[in-house]
């Protein structure tokens, strides 16, 4: 079946313009996570969406990063007023409900800001 | 959450067993142990979890320490493609929530 995927794969923008990435998850997965992986480093943890419950934003860096999911459906996330230090791999994964499911990735895309 | 520390790096020889150890000393009664490996350019994929007993599926085997401070992820035979950067982590959940944490793993090559 299909898996996670995240559009666009590549994206260059300049510094101080807006951007959005977008997830489609597994269909039926209800639970949508969004991660950042600079280069070289391993992932860090931004935001959660479970269902209809409220989103767990801990991980997000600073208020210019939001992220959007409608139902168990699209998420966006959108980074606005880029920097040089947003430059990296986003990653999107989602899981179905169960204790035990796993999360399952899509290949990311990676934003480079000029 | 549970922190995990891992080796940064570590070789092994085509065909042999890889063994990457992993120390989770603060986690709690209910987290979950999870291996996940990500090959350079794509995202991380699904390994093998665990809670406390030892686990074994198609790609590895997990041992997990009785006291669950650690445990260990064995690729039996290992071959070129297994080399990847490979995650352990300790999912926390709280109140039907999971979150997952990720370090910063282990680069294994794989030496032909």
């Known amino acids: 079946g299909a898996g996670v995927s995240q559009s666009p794969s590549n994206k260059v923008t300049e510094k101080g313009k807006d951007v959005e990435l977008r997830c489609d998850p597994i269909?039926?997965?209800?639970?949508l996570y969004w991660y950042r992986q600079r280069l070289g480093q391993g992932l860090e943890f931004l935001i959660y969406?479970?269902?209809?419950?409220?989103?767990?934003k801990s991980g997000l860096p600073s208020d210019r990063f939001s992220a959007e999911r409608t139902g168990e459906s699209v998420s966006t996330l959108t980074i606005q007023r880029t920097q040089q230090e947003d430059s990296a791999v986003y990653l999107c994964?989602?899981?179905?409900?169960?204790?035990?499911?796993?999360?399952?990735f899509g290949n990311g895309t990676r934003l480079t800001v000029t | 959450d549970a922190k995990t520390t891992q080796p940064p790096s570590m070789d092994c020889a085509e065909g042999r067993a890889a063994n990457l150890p992993c120390n989770h000393s603060?986690?709690?009664?209910?987290?979950?142990v999870y291996w996940y490996r990500q090959i350079h350019s794509q995202g991380p994929q699904y390994i093998i979890h665990?809670?406390?007993n030892n686990e074994t599926n198609e790609m590895a085997s997990l041992i997990i320490t009785e006291d669950r401070k650690s445990s260990t992820l064995i690729l039996p035979h290992a071959t070129l493609r297994d080399t990847a950067v490979y995650y352990c982590?300790?999912?926390?959940?709280?109140?039907?929530?999971?979150?997952?944490?990720f370090g910063t793993g282990t680069r294994l090559k794989v030496l032909a």
């Open positions: 665990g809670l406390k």
């Open positions: 982590i300790v999912r926390s959940s709280t109140s039907g929530t999971y979150k997952y944490i």
């Open positions: 969406f479970q269902g209809n419950s409220a989103p767990d």
């Open positions: 994964a989602s899981r179905q409900t169960g204790a035990n499911s796993p999360l399952h």
């Open positions: 603060t986690i709690s009664g209910n987290e979950y």
């Open positions: 269909s039926g997965h209800t639970a």
